[in-house]
């Protein structure tokens, strides 16, 4: 199956990373408007470029929209009424299925996917979310293809801003990057306070994932009443920190949700 990517971006580049990872047997095909990136691109991953949008559009068995959110616009406009049946899929945040189904005509069947920059590990999680009247062969050459960089998860469109802005992995970089400052501000090293904040984020996290007990449990257990952990958790929740995250994410929600008109 021909895949082309409409946006060479950092999505498209992890992207690339994963299916070279996964020795996918898909073609694809990368275009651009910046030559430099097209050819990093090709030399990192080989791929297929194309400079010339319309050439790109008419190879593609499933067309990849991946450029900014407010890029998406512009370049739909320029594709234009494609001139066959296509399966086209937005890895746009914020645009809804709503306004992109009246783009491109009446021939091209719609989707959207928001996978995670870890998928060049082959350990991303991709959000799907269909139409009701995309059919059943359409909606799984799109679950095969995302299911080869990492699991899948789908869900009704309504709650795809929240799942967006929920599962970044940005949150779990900055609580690193916060715990590590704060561990060297009570006297680690940096090489020791990045080993001792990853264990305390990513070990702990797999441990509930691939274990049997629920995330009440572990935290019960590993909160020993008047302990160290403790008193450093009970002083975070009194400084605002649930409140500092509900916050953020409300901001992100906005953000999300700013770009929804085409």
């Known amino acids: 199956m021909n895949v082309v990517f409409l946006g060479g971006g950092r999505i498209t580049s ?48 499933l067309l990849l929209i991946a450029v900014r959110p407010g890029s998406v616009k512009e370049l739909l406009r320029t594709i234009g009424d494609v001139s066959r049946r296509i399966l086209v899929v937005s890895l746009a945040a914020g645009i809804p299925l709503r306004a992109l189904t009246r783009t491109l005509g009446g021939r091209a069947r719609w989707a959207r996917a928001m996978p995670s920059p870890v998928c060049r590990s082959g350990r991303g999680l991709t959000a799907l979310a269909f139409p009701r009247a995309l059919p059943e062969r359409d909606r799984r050459r799109v679950r095969d293809l995302f299911s080869a960089v990492g699991p899948i998860v789908e869900i009704p469109e309504s709650r795809f801003d929240a799942f967006t802005v ?97």
Not at 30 to 45: A, E, Q
Not at 46 to 59: F, H, I, K, T
Not at 211 to 231: K, N, R
Request: a positive charge.
């Open 14 to 61: 992890a992207l690339l990373a994963g299916f070279q990872l996964a020795k996918t047997k898909h073609r694809l095909i990368v275009h651009d408007r910046n030559d430099g990136k097209l050819r990093m691109l090709r030399k990192r991953y080989g791929v297929s470029v194309e400079s010339n949008l319309q050439r790109a559009v008419m190879q593609a068995e």
């Open 166 to 262: 929920t599962y970044s992995c940005t949150h779990g970089y900055h609580a690193l990057a916060t715990l590590v400052d704060a561990a060297q501000n009570a006297g680690l090293d940096q090489k020791t306070a990045l080993l001792a904040g990853a264990h305390a984020l990513a070990d702990g996290i797999v441990a509930w994932r691939d274990g049997e007990q629920s995330l009440e449990a572990l935290f019960e257990e590993a909160l020993t009443p008047g302990g160290t952990s403790f008193s450093a958790v009970s002083a975070m929740d009194a400084a605002g920190y649930r409140q500092v995250i509900r916050k953020g994410m409300a901001a992100g929600l906005r953000r999300a949700r700013a770009g929804a008109r085409l």
